[in-house]
């Protein structure tokens, strides 16, 4: 099982920038596909971005797509996620998830992962 920490997340205005961090302890963090999910108030959690083991490959929401990047570092325990050109429609609680996998596979569904952070709040104002 992983443990994860998510941090950076606020207030910022539109086209604004921030980054959020997820740290990750217990299970070998190389081990681990990992993701951002998003979930707004009454709406579903939705998928922001995904990671391999490695960080070869990553993969996008398209709502997301050419404004944020995800990112890892193996030896920091820490996957990332870059939000520029921040629009109102981005305000949600952010997840990091983790799960557990033998491949470079990318994962974008939030019952494919088995750990989850207790999120952090982004609201970006027009």
């Known amino acids: 099982q992983a443990q994860l920490v998510e941090s950076g997340g606020g207030l910022v205005q539109a086209g604004g920038s921030l980054r959020l961090a997820c740290a990750a302890s217990?299970?070998?963090?190389?081990?681990?596909?990992m993701a951002w999910f998003r979930q707004a108030p009454g709406k579903e959690r939705e998928f922001v971005a995904a990671?391999?083991?490695?960080?070869?490959?990553?993969y996008y929401g398209d709502s997301v797509k050419g404004r944020f990047t995800i990112s890892r570092d193996n030896a920091k325990n820490t996957v990332y996620l870059q939000m520029n050109s921040l629009k109102p429609e981005d305000t949600a609680v952010y997840y990091c998830?983790?799960?557990?996998?033998?491949?470079?596979?990318?994962?974008?569904?939030?019952?494919?992962?088995?750990?989850w952070g207790q999120g952090t709040q982004v609201t970006v104002s027009s």
């Open positions: 217990g299970r070998t963090f190389r081990y681990n596909a």
């Open positions: 990671i391999t083991r490695s960080g070869g490959r990553t």
């Open positions: 998830a983790a799960r557990a996998t033998g491949t470079q596979e990318i994962f974008v569904r939030p019952n494919e992962y088995n750990d």
